[in-house]
């Protein structure tokens, strides 16, 4: 059962459109699919891919910091079963 959400989910977009070398875009973190799906994913969906995104990020400042490149980082299977 899902959660009842009183507010929308804003988008974690931040205009920066640009996909890394994982397939992840460099502003959000999110997917290609992930962005393509956004506005019909349900609310508990959105939660999921926004705690993802705040993961991706924690990994790719960890890397950068460390000296990993950013085609390292493992990738996501879709949520949405494109793949």
């Not at 960890?62 to 949405?80: D, T, Y």
Request: aromatic share 8%.
């Amino acid at each position: 059962m899902d959660q009842l959400e009183f507010f929308e989910i804003p988008s974690p977009c931040i205009g920066v459109c640009q996909a890394g070398k994982a397939g992840y875009c460099t502003g959000c973190y999110r997917s290609r699919e992930e962005r393509l799906h956004w506005h019909q994913a349900s609310p508990y969906a959105k939660r999921i891919i926004v705690k993802a995104c705040n993961r991706r990020k924690k990994l790719a400042a960890k890397s950068k910091v460390s000296g990993i490149e950013e085609i390292n980082q493992p990738s996501q299977a879709s949520l949405f079963g494109d793949e």
